[in-house]
């Protein structure tokens, strides 16, 4: 069975035959990533325009390439080094429950989640940013940092919100 790892998060999740996930790494410059990455795949990859201007801290992307019925689907993520250990490891954590979103494998991280912690929402009602955030949350608790570590990590209104929804605020 082929699967793919998302380190962060800790899990292993199995995934389609026409489906690649590839973990790039540290880069400069998400946009330039990016950039790279379209012209690879010779497509937009769904990326927002935005998120181009943004500089954001990681990115998620989905490519596809061949032709159908072998067209497969290609997830990347990649993101600049944090400021301190938690940082990084909070937005590979997002950036890998992005990917996990985009294969289509939600409900593997779901049980994962569920199995440690409480969460107050269903995993797919949530927004996709709100989702990565409780991804990003998850990892940092899993690995034994506590919510107030958290807290100093990130931004505190997008985190206060992933923290209530595992019960934990
Ligand atoms: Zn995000």
């Not at 998302?6 to 400069?28: A, C, N, R, S, W």
């Not at 939600?106 to 107050?120: D, N, Q, S, V």
Request: charged share 25%.
């Amino acid at each position: 069975m082929k699967t793919a790892k998302f380190e962060i998060l800790g899990l292993e999740i199995p995934i389609g035959k026409f489906q690649e996930y590839h973990d790039d790494g540290l880069v400069l410059y998400i946009p330039f990533k990016a950039e790279e990455l379209s012209e690879t795949y010779a497509s937009k990859g769904g990326i927002p325009p935005c998120l181009y201007a943004l500089n954001p801290s990681g990115l998620a992307v989905s490519h596809e390439s061949g032709i159908w019925p072998f067209k497969t689907q290609h997830v990347h993520i990649f993101y600049k080094k944090g400021v301190c250990e938690p940082e990084e490891f909070y937005v590979r954590a997002h950036e890998e429950t992005h990917a996990i979103s985009m294969l289509g494998k939600l409900g593997f991280l779901e049980r994962a989640i569920k199995h440690k912690l409480k969460l107050k929402k269903r995993f797919r009602s949530l927004g996709e940013e709100l989702r990565a955030n409780v991804g990003g949350a998850y990892a940092l608790l899993s690995r034994g940092f506590s919510v107030d570590q958290i807290r100093e990590t990130r931004p505190a209104d997008s985190t206060d919100i992933a923290l209530q929804i595992l019960g934990l605020q």
